[in-house]
Structures are given as C-alpha cells and as structure tokens.
Nanobody
Framework: QVQLVESGGGLVQAGGSLRLSCAAS????????ITWFRRAPGKEREFVSG????????NYADSVRGRFIISRDNAKNMVVLQMNSLKPEDTAVYYC?????????????????WGQGTQVTVSS
C-alpha cells in the first residue's frame, strides 16, 4: 500500500512562489507515475503537472507551463512542485496522486493513490 502526503501549501501574494512536496511511504514509489491535480472552489478538479516514474518525462497544463516545475527524487520517495509567478487563479487545494502506469494520464480516474491535499491561496 502507498500513502501520499502533501505539504508546503500556504498564503502567498501574486507573483510569489511556493514549493509543494508529495512524500510517499511504501517500497513501490519508484514505480509510480506521480501527478498533481488541483480543485478551486466551485470548479472541477483539474490536471496541473505530472512526472513519470524515472523523472525523465514531465507534463504540464497550459495554464502553468513555464511557471511550475515538477521534479522527483526516488531515493527520498518525494515529488516536488515548484510554483513560481503565482496568480490568484492558482488558488486551490492541490492534491498529489500516484499510479503504477506506463504513461502520464491527465484524468484523475486513472490514479489509485491520493493525498489529503494542501491549500494554496494566492492574494492579489
């Protein structure tokens, strides 16, 4: 079984940065595709960024490409989402999700393991 725990959320002014971490327990972390999703108030959950199990392939939503960077350290069982140039529309609860997958899906239903979420609030 895998447990995912997010951290690093908080309140930041527009233009600022935050670093979200997704820490995992379990011995299968290096086999997991890890993806970040977010859900803003009154909106559907949406794909943000994903990284394959080796870290060699990444994907970003158009809305965050060029501002967010995803990376992973399999030795530490951790994935990091560095968020720069934050905008008020980035305000949401951010979730990391994992699955033993051979690709980088953007649908939440493809993922098996989920964290509890961390709140990110960007003030204008």
């Amino acid at each position: 079984q895998v447990q995912l725990v997010e951290s690093g959320g908080g309140l930041v002014q527009a233009g600022g940065s935050l670093r979200l971490s997704c820490a995992a327990s379990g011995r299968t972390f290096s086999a997991l595709t890890i993806t970040w999703f977010r859900r803003a108030p009154g909106k559907e959950r949406e794909f943000v960024s994903g990284i394959n199990r080796s870290g060699g392939i990444t994907n970003y939503a158009d809305s965050v490409r060029g501002r967010f960077i995803i990376s992973r350290d399999n030795a530490k069982n951790m994935v990091v989402l560095q968020m720069n140039s934050l905008k008020p529309e980035d305000t949401a609860v951010y979730y990391c999700a994992g699955g033993i997958l051979g690709w980088l899906p953007v649908r939440a239903s493809d993922y098996t393991y989920w964290g509890q979420g961390t709140q990110v609030t960007v003030s204008s």
